[in-house]
């Protein structure tokens, strides 16, 4: 089993080697969090817990706060960065593309990975569920197929709409 790793400035860390297809990451200030514009070979979504942040996604800007998901397909370029140095935390997942392919077929919506239309959602629900996943997954005390189903609450049909 894995326990979250804790970096100095806050940073937590999620990995499983029984669960290879999701890693978690959660920043309780982001304010030294800064990235340049950059991409993923992998399929992100985040969950802005509090505070606010400029999100970049592709040729989009948008102002987000606590209660936005972010959602960045493979290789779209993003940036996510607090506004103007005040206090901001987030959850971020990342999947893998062959797993979250398998997800999407099992929900019918075709045989392979398929992006992502939206870029932010502002959903009660899904923000919730995201928010309960990462807390199962770094809950020590939850075994191994808790988490896997876990993972499967989130309806990923949802986030097409």
Not at 19 to 44: M, N, T, W
Not at 90 to 99: E, I, T
Not at 121 to 127: A, E, G, H, N, T
Request: some cysteine; overall charge negative.
């Amino acid at each position: 089993m894995s326990h979250p790793r804790v970096t100095p400035d806050n940073h937590r860390f999620w990995r499983d080697p029984e669960l290879p297809f999701i890693e978690a990451r959660s920043v309780q200030d982001g304010r030294r969090v800064c990235y340049d514009k950059h991409s993923h070979a992998h399929f992100s979504i985040g969950a802005i817990t509090g505070g606010h942040s400029h999100y970049l996604n592709q040729r989009s800007w948008q102002s987000v706060g606590s209660g936005t998901l972010v959602l960045m397909n493979p290789e779209e370029v993003h940036a996510c960065n607090p506004v103007s140095d005040q206090p901001w935390s987030y959850l971020m997942f990342y999947l893998d593309l062959d797993w979250l392919g398998c997800q999407q077929q099992d929900a019918g919506l075709g045989c392979e990975f398929r992006p992502f239309d939206m870029t932010a959602s502002r959903d009660p629900l899904l923000y919730s569920l995201l928010g309960s996943l990462y807390h199962t997954l770094v809950d020590s005390s939850q075994d191994t197929l808790a988490k896997q189903v876990a993972q499967g609450t989130i309806p990923t049909r949802d986030l097409y709409q």
